[in-house]
């Protein structure tokens, strides 16, 4: 009598499969299931040569202002509990200035106001990393409201630009979304 290794391997993983251990699924625990994503994306950037920041001999020299239409999707206001915003900014003009970045209302009232003073140049690298500005609790509900960003620059007294003023005035910035979903 000869011995078939194949087919008592197969009756050995039949047996097997048939008396597999298995238990109830408890799908009430989806309803314990809390989500937590963190988003990082870019929040703003510019970079602006000194010969378009032409002193005039006032201190305002640039503005712009851009939709930041986030918070309309519903989705992000429900779900979000914190935002950070991350700011660097770099000097290579001799020239000091104040940059301020604005949290607008759809009818264009300041809701918060972020002032950062940038040293002039003075011929060795020029970049600061400012404090992340933490937006929870009350301050993150003024932030959904905000429909518009903007900027203003102000020049610091000093020698005057011009047309042929060399350096630039460059800003990066970041935001971190925590969102909580249960």
Same mark, same amino acid.
């Given at each position: 009598?000869? /011995?078939? +290794? ?21 799908? !009430?625990?989806?309803?314990? %299931?809390? *989500? ?11 970079? =602006?040569?000194? &010969?378009?920041?032409?002193?005039? @001999?006032?201190?305002?020299?640039? +503005?712009? #202002? ?9 989705? /992000?206001?429900?779900? %979000? ?12 003009? !001799?020239?000091?200035?104040?940059? &301020? ?5 759809? !009818?264009?009232? =300041?809701?918060?106001? %972020?002032?950062?003073? #940038?040293?002039? +140049?003075? @011929?060795?690298? &020029? #970049? ?5 500005? #933490?937006?929870?609790?009350?301050? /993150?509900?003024? *932030? ?21 003023? =060399?350096? &630039? /005035? ?7 979304? +925590? %969102?909580?979903?249960?």
């Amino acid at each position: 009598m000869e /011995l078939n +290794y194949g087919r008592i391997s197969k009756i050995i993983l039949l047996l097997l499969f048939f008396s597999s251990c298995s238990s109830e699924l408890d799908f !009430d625990q989806v309803k314990d %299931l809390k *989500l937590e994503p963190v988003f990082v994306g870019n929040l703003a950037y510019f970079d =602006v040569p000194a &010969n378009q920041l032409i002193d005039d @001999g006032g201190n305002h020299i640039a +503005y712009d #202002v851009r939709a930041f239409d986030i918070f309309k999707e519903k989705f /992000l206001n429900d779900h %979000l509990k914190k935002a950070e915003f991350d700011f660097e900014i770099e000097n290579n003009i !001799d020239r000091a200035f104040v940059v &301020n970045f604005l949290l607008l209302s759809a !009818d264009d009232t =300041v809701l918060e106001r %972020l002032s950062y003073i #940038v040293p002039a +140049y003075k @011929g060795s690298p &020029n #970049v600061i990393k400012y404090p992340t500005e #933490v937006f929870a609790n009350e301050r /993150l509900d003024l *932030l959904k409201q905000t429909v518009k960003i903007g900027f203003v620059v102000l020049i610091q007294s000093g020698t005057p630009l011009n047309e042929n003023s =060399v350096g &630039n /005035l460059k800003l990066r910035s970041s935001a971190t979304a +925590y %969102l909580e979903i249960e």
